[in-house]
C-alpha cells in the first residue's frame, strides 16, 4: 500500500462513511511511528491537519490494519480528540462513533 492509495482511502471513507465533513486537504500519509503506535493524528489548534498511519503496516499483509487505524484515526479527526491512545481508554463518543462506522459497513472487508 503506498501514501497515495491511503489518501484516496481517507477520500472514500470520508465521502462514503463521514458525510464528507472531514477536512479535504488533510494529509495522509505513512510515517515512522513509535513500534507500540499504529496511528497517530496531528491536530494545530482545534483543527487536525495529518493522519499518520505506522509505515509497518505498509505490507501487503497488514493493509485491512493499515486501514483499521486509518478509520480510528478518522473518527479522532471528527471528534478533535487529541489524547494518545496508548494505555488510555477511549471515550464514550469515540466509542459510539466506531460502533456506527461498524454498523454502516466500514469494517466488512476489513474484518
Not at 500500500?1 to 477520500?11: D, S, V
Not at 491537519?49 to 505506522?54: F, G, H, P, S
Amino acid at each position: 500500500m503506498t501514501n497515495k492509495e491511503l489518501q484516496q482511502a481517507y477520500k472514500y471513507y470520508n465521502k462514503r462513511f463521514f458525510r464528507d465533513q472531514l477536512p479535504k486537504g488533510l494529509l495522509v500519509r505513512f510515517g515512522r511511528l513509535p513500534f507500540d503506535t499504529m496511528g497517530w493524528t496531528w491536530f494545530e489548534v482545534d483543527k487536525p491537519v495529518c493522519i499518520m498511519v505506522n509505515k509497518l503496516m505498509k505490507r501487503v499483509l497488514l493493509e485491512k490494519t493499515a486501514l483499521i487505524t486509518l478509520l480510528h484515526e478518522m473518527v479522532h479527526a471528527k471528534l478533535g480528540i487529541k489524547v494518545n491512545c496508548n494505555g488510555v481508554r477511549n471515550s464514550r463518543a469515540h466509542k459510539q462513533e466506531i460502533a456506527r462506522l461498524m454498523n454502516a459497513g466500514a469494517y466488512t472487508k476489513l474484518l
